[in-house]
């Protein structure tokens, strides 16, 4: 079963314009979330995250929202740019060991955003 | 900053062989991580280790095995390739405490014929 579930695979936007990727978490004792990007042929980087404390974290051209009730986030990107055009990860801590650090995550399937100039 | 070093950008092998993914980070971080990456599956946790000669298995363990002789070092083995194990694979660290987030090396993309 999929706890962390990205249902939209591609998004495609134009330069300039808002992009708004989206995340469904099952797992109510989630208590932060990530966003990773990808490019093609390099490792995922940390991009943004959100305790479960919070609602809303931004980081420049960045926000990412959390609606509890729902079980839903989203990132939003504005303004868009070309240099964003990568995949993006939703994840999440299944649980915390020894260390008490992110542990082990759960990814998503990712959503590929093109961004058109 | 941060980095994870994969020893190798592609691999070909052949069904049967025993292949070594080495990974190396320099930043004394305790928890290393290996992930395989699918189209359309995301990236999947394969094994971890919390210290050294210490591992746990993930999501996916089968036809896996890992090994850290050294804080700094992970390697994944793969004890007889089979075609559904060509993938891309990424090693990953962080330190311990904290929400410190994940460190990718910039993955292996083996392909088993």
């Known amino acids: 079963d999929q706890q962390v579930k990205q249902n939209s695979p591609s998004l495609s936007v134009q330069e300039g314009r808002i992009s708004i990727l989206n995340c469904d978490y099952t797992?109510?004792?989630?208590?932060?979330f990530l966003w990773y990007k990808k490019y093609p042929a390099e490792g995922p980087t940390f991009l943004i995250s959100i305790s479960s404390i919070k609602d809303k974290n931004e980081d420049g051209r960045f926000t990412v929202f959390l609606n509890k009730s729902a079980k839903h986030l989203s990132l939003h990107i504005v303004p868009s740019q070309p240099g964003d055009s990568a995949v993006y990860f939703c994840a999440a801590p299944l649980g915390w060991f020894y260390g008490g650090s992110q542990g082990n995550l759960i990814f998503g399937k990712g959503t590929k955003l093109s961004v058109k100039p | 900053d941060v980095k994870v070093t994969q020893s190798s950008r592609y691999l070909v092998k052949r069904t049967g062989e025993k292949v070594f993914l080495e990974c190396v980070q320099d930043?004394?971080?305790?928890?290393m991580f290996w992930y395989r990456q699918d189209p359309g599956l995301g990236l999947r946790l394969i094994y971890f280790s919390y210290d050294v000669k210490m591992k746990e298995k993930g999501d996916i363990p089968e036809g896996y095995s890992v090994s850290r002789e050294k804080k700094e070092r992970f390697s994944l083995i793969l004890e007889s390739a089979s075609t559904n194990q060509t993938s891309m694979y990424l090693c990953?660290?962080?330190?311990?405490?904290?929400?410190?987030?994940?460190?990718f090396g910039n993955g292996t993309r083996l392909t088993v014929t």
């Open positions: 930043m004394d971080h305790e928890n």
């Open positions: 797992n109510s004792m989630f208590d932060y």
């Open positions: 990953a660290s962080t330190a311990g405490g904290g929400n410190s987030p994940l460190h």
